[in-house]
């Protein structure tokens, strides 16, 4: 493939919040995106933006964790966008709760999404990558990676991802293909916005007491997110991989 030729670019969850603002920031770096979702028609406000502002995207319709599903949404992409050589897996789902409250139900669901969907979505992916010796694959894990009460399922699935990344990069290295993930801090975005309802404040509250413990003294933002991913999917990004970079305003122990 040719440098000049136009990437197309996957970024799964895309409907809203950092997916949402990743595929707006892809298609501003010049990739078609193709935008998934669990409901397609979520999807509709991401793609009129991408072309609203001269771009190409494609909304789809897609359960991550299904197999079926994956491989009829990646030949779709590939079919009327071109081969996707950029997958940035960013679909996510809350199922919080203690330990001892957790349904085996909510553990199935976070890994489903999470870990399985990553896995479906990169496989179906790398041949494409392979094929045109060229590739770009963001996992984005969480700082609940490193522990975060209430969310043993949640921090379980974004630990495992960054070890899925690692791996990622020493098994595709050779083919040209470059896996990194993304871990942010505290996000402001519909998930949080849950997780401030679950533990009984109002989000602005939520928000306000989260930037006191943060460095900068602000909560992040999903551009803050989608520019580091933009990083990690550019051309220039050759020679960066099985890195997981701490997107969360300070640093973390």
Request: net charge neutral; with cysteine; proline share 2%.
């Given at each position: 493939?040719?440098?000049?030729?136009q990437?197309?670019?996957?970024?799964?969850?895309?409907?809203r919040?950092?997916?949402?603002?990743?595929?707006?920031?892809l298609?501003?770096e010049?990739?078609?995106v193709?935008v998934?979702?669990?409901?397609?028609?979520?999807?509709?406000?991401?793609?009129?933006a991408?072309?609203?502002?001269?771009?190409?995207?494609?909304?789809?319709?897609?359960?991550?964790?299904d197999?079926a599903?994956?491989?009829?949404?990646v030949?779709?992409?590939?079919?009327?966008?071109?081969?996707?050589?950029?997958l940035v897996?960013?679909?996510?789902v809350?199922?919080?709760?203690?330990l001892f409250?957790m349904?085996?139900?909510?553990w199935?669901t976070?890994?489903?999404?999470?870990l399985?969907?990553a896995f479906?979505?990169?496989?179906a992916?790398?041949?494409?990558?392979?094929?045109a010796?060229?590739?770009?694959i963001?996992?984005l894990s969480?700082?609940?990676?490193?522990?975060?009460?209430?969310?043993?399922n949640?921090?379980?699935?974004?630990?495992?991802?960054?070890?899925?990344?690692?791996t990622l990069?020493?098994?595709?290295?050779?083919?040209?293909?470059?896996?990194?993930?993304?871990?942010?801090?505290f996000?402001?975005?519909?998930?949080?916005a849950?997780?401030?309802?679950?533990v009984?404040?109002?989000?602005?509250?939520?928000q306000a007491?989260?930037?006191?413990?943060?460095p900068v003294?602000?909560?992040?933002?999903?551009?803050?997110v989608?520019?580091?991913?933009?990083?990690?999917?550019?051309?220039?990004?050759?020679?960066?991989s099985?890195?997981?970079m701490?997107?969360?305003?300070?640093?973390?122990?």
């Amino acid at each position: 493939m040719s440098t000049t030729e136009q990437r197309v670019a996957i970024v799964t969850g895309g409907a809203r919040g950092i997916g949402a603002a990743t595929a707006v920031r892809l298609a501003a770096e010049g990739r078609a995106v193709a935008v998934l979702d669990l409901d397609e028609a979520a999807c509709k406000d991401t793609v009129e933006a991408i072309k609203a502002a001269g771009g190409r995207a494609l909304a789809v319709g897609c359960d991550v964790s299904d197999g079926a599903q994956v491989e009829a949404a990646v030949a779709r992409v590939a079919s009327e966008l071109g081969a996707p050589t950029i997958l940035v897996n960013n679909a996510g789902v809350l199922r919080d709760n203690l330990l001892f409250k957790m349904t085996e139900t909510d553990w199935d669901t976070v890994m489903n999404v999470h870990l399985r969907g990553a896995f479906l979505m990169s496989k179906a992916c790398q041949k494409h990558m392979v094929e045109a010796k060229f590739g770009r694959i963001v996992n984005l894990s969480s700082s609940s990676a490193l522990g975060n009460r209430g969310q043993v399922n949640y921090s379980a699935a974004k630990a495992g991802l960054q070890g899925f990344t690692k791996t990622l990069a020493i098994e595709l290295g050779k083919f040209g293909v470059t896996a990194n993930a993304v871990a942010p801090g505290f996000i402001a975005t519909e998930m949080t916005a849950q997780t401030a309802a679950r533990v009984g404040m109002g989000f602005e509250d939520f928000q306000a007491a989260a930037a006191t413990q943060i460095p900068v003294q602000r909560v992040g933002r999903p551009d803050d997110v989608a520019n580091a991913i933009a990083f990690f999917t550019g051309e220039a990004a050759g020679f960066v991989s099985g890195q997981v970079m701490y997107v969360a305003g300070g640093p973390l122990n």
